[in-house]
């Protein structure tokens, strides 16, 4: 099967688009205090992101322009399996082991730590990807929803950049670091199919 350019970057944009949907309905069930199918939506994920990370970097090197837009979400993908992958695989006993001996409670706050470092680094390059699709639409002629797409990147790539910098415990909320990832996720999700007819 040959993946044409527009073809690589539609299945790319299907792709976040999917990711953006997984993450809000993750939050609002978090938010209502609904048990959560962790293994089932985080491993939704992992299998959407691992698939992304074939596609953005096909559309990497397919692409005359934007490369740093594609190369950001490419590796933005490449993290974010890492980073569901230990949510799966780590966060489980290491909480068991800490309940039993109270000494590894640091070592699986370490853990977490690392999960949210790994995970903001990801949101943080998506919205460097949404900065850079948002001016390509902006100077494209869609003002509106360039100019909406690249404000929400900036807004990303600084909450996440804070909370990388300072930590969790950072005067910055870590859902606006997340949340504003996961908008940049979908207005970036709608910009890309145009962005790259017209790149061709």
């Known amino acids: 099967m040959e993946f044409t350019k527009i073809r690589t970057a539609q299945i790319t944009s299907y792709l976040l688009l999917a990711l953006a949907v997984t993450q809000a309905l993750y939050t609002i069930l978090h938010i209502a205090e609904v048990n959560v199918p962790r293994q089932l939506l985080w491993g939704l994920e992992g299998f959407l992101f691992t698939i992304l990370t074939?596609?953005?970097?096909a559309a990497m090197v397919q692409a005359k322009n934007y490369q740093v837009g594609w190369s950001a979400i490419a590796f933005s993908a490449v993290l974010n399996v890492v980073q569901v992958s230990i949510g799966l695989t780590m966060f489980g006993p290491f909480r068991e082991a800490s309940s039993q001996l109270e000494a590894l409670g640091p070592l699986a706050g370490a853990v977490v730590a690392l999960s949210f470092m790994i995970y903001?680094?990801?949101?943080?390059?998506?919205g460097l990807a949404a900065l850079v699709f948002g001016i390509a639409k902006l100077t494209g002629g869609a003002k509106a929803l360039g100019g909406l797409t690249a404000l929400v990147g900036v807004v990303a790539m600084f909450a996440n950049t804070i909370m990388i910098v300072f930590g969790r415990d950072a005067f910055l909320s870590s859902a606006v670091a997340g949340g504003s990832g996961v908008l940049a996720?979908?207005?970036?999700?709608?910009?890309l199919t145009s962005v790259v007819r017209e790149d061709q």
């Open 120 to 126: 903001y680094a990801a949101k943080l390059l998506l």
């Open 54 to 57: 074939a596609f953005a970097g």
């Open 185 to 191: 996720t979908l207005l970036l999700a709608l910009c």
